[in-house]
T-cell receptor, first 112, second 112 residues
Framework: EAGVAQSPRYKIIEKRQSVAFWCNPISGHATLYWYQQILGQGPKLLIQFQNNGVVDDSQLPKDRFSAERLKGVDSTLKIQPAKLEDSAVYLC??????????FGPGTRLTVL | QQQVKQSPQSLIVQKGGISIINCAYENTAFDYFPWYQQFPGKGPALLIAIRPDVSEKKEGRFTISFNKSAKQFSLHIMDSQPGDSATYFCAVKHFGNEKLTFGTGTRLTIIP
């Protein structure tokens, strides 16, 4: 079974630029999550999708972050404009019917 | 609002020894308590999990001890091996939804 795929793996941008991350969850997993993991901290949930609908985006900074999952499969997370404090690893995870969340390798974002 | 407090921040254990990592949570609205293991450059992976209706769960060298009245749970790694060197995160799942809140992580190093 293929795992959660994410791209790119690394991204370096200047502040105020925009960036987008892509996630392909495990086939058949209806629930998809985006997390932000700042160095030395645990993952923090940004947004949760159930199929193509948003379940929880309470911790998503909506003035600069957006996410979509148009066909209930792949998802993209966008930051526009980026700030220095957005430097982090962005993790995508998916879940089927059990409680276990399966994480992708993440995208490491550096904002200069 | 920090709902999960994890300790220690880092831990060094000799090969063959017992590694113990602790977590404390702040309310009772949680119904699933997983531990995730993360290697550098990888996403977290589920190691072991427990529900609040049991006090202990063992899987191989890994054991979760759960104390509902004290709102604490811990991970014990018996016969620790160099391959166990990783960062470990406890998490709590909110009752009624699929949201996980993670602890701050423990960097475990097993020395020969």
């Amino acid at each position: 079974e293929a795992g959660v795929a994410q791209s790119p793996r690394y991204k370096i941008i200047e502040k105020r630029q925009s960036v987008a991350f892509w996630c392909n969850p495990i086939s058949g997993h209806a629930t998809l999550y985006w997390y932000q993991q700042i160095l030395g901290q645990g993952p923090k949930l940004l947004i949760q999708f159930q199929n193509n609908g948003v379940v929880d985006d309470s911790q998503l900074p909506k003035d600069r972050f957006s996410a979509e999952r148009l066909k209930g499969v792949d998802s993209t997370l966008k930051i526009q404009p980026a700030k220095l404090e957005d430097s982090a690893v962005y993790l995508c995870a998916s879940r089927a019917l059990t409680n276990e969340q399966f994480f992708g390798p993440g995208t490491r974002l550096t904002v200069l | 609002q920090q709902q999960v407090k994890q300790s220690p921040q880092s831990l060094i254990v000799q090969k063959g020894g017992i590694s113990i990592i602790n977590c404390a949570y702040e309310n009772t609205a949680f119904d699933y308590f997983p531990w995730y293991q993360q290697f550098p450059g990888k996403g977290p992976a589920l190691l072991i999990a427990i529900r609040p209706d049991v006090s202990e769960k063992k899987e191989g060298r890994f054991t979760i001890s759960f104390n509902k009245s004290a709102k604490q749970f811990s991970l014990h790694i018996m016969d620790s091996q160099p391959g166990d060197s990783a960062t470990y995160f406890c998490a709590v799942k909110h009752f009624g939804n699929e949201k996980l809140t993670f602890g701050t992580g423990t960097r475990l190093t097993i020395i020969p």
